[in-house]
């Protein structure tokens, strides 16, 4: 996940030049790696949440068009395309707002709620871009002034969203990587001696969970779901809990219970492919398939 992270990271530098002009070239220089990494960050991510995986594709056209257009008009090899460069940009910025949120309430992880203030930067660009290509002159040059602090303000909100996505993406990661290891269990499996008349199934011990795609199924299902704070149970389909309102861990994607949707790195493990979920109290396996 360390791609994908230091790819949001390197927005600050993208960023740059909205806070101090002359510093464009190093947002030109560090953006088609920043693309690079989020389009490979992603294709990883896809893997394991399914319909993220239209992110790689989109990011590699996308961001290669926006910078195509952005060095086209600082080369002069064509002219009023920042307005069509920030087309690509908008759509890849609110694909990425999606999952944002997305992913924040799945894995519960909140610093993916800062990462939206980036789109007040994104729609503000917007906005000035349409204005240069339509009117001329554009507005904004009857007050210059308030004009760069408003870029420095966007270059802010777009420094603070990439940090923030870096961040939770790191989150990400240190997740996925518990809930494969609490798949795969040791890597090495200790030898019990036991001797030939007393050897029983029961001596030996379990192989580790490998191999193949990994399925939870429940053997036994709950039929309500507990309250960690207050203990009070609420109906199955319950978002949150009825007595004190604390929200239930919910996931949409991954390894998760098929009762309750509790994500499967949070059911109390009592053998290698035996659970039990510790919010609806279901018996689960995992099992491959």
Known sequence: MWAIALG???CVLNALPFVVFTLFPVALVSYPISIALRAFGWRRIGRSLGRSGIMFPLYASLGTLTFVLVVAELTQLAERTLALAAIPWTVYSVLDAYWY????T???IRSFYAALVG???VVYVDFVLLQAALVDPPPYQASPEAFVGSLVLTGL?????????GVSFLGVGHVMRGSEALIKGPRVVPRVPVSSSTASSSQ???APFVGGKVKVLALSTGTSLICSKCGSESAIESLSCTSCGHRFNKVSYGLRCPVCSAPLSSAKRISVERFVCQQCFSDLSVVTV
């Open 106 to 108: 799945n894995y519960g």
């Open 101 to 104: 949120f997305k992913l924040g």
């Open 8 to 10: 949001y990271f390197l």
């Open 157 to 165: 909100l777009l420094m603070v969203s990439g940090v923030a996505a």
């Open 204 to 206: 030996v011990p379990p």
């Open 119 to 121: 789109m007040g930067g």
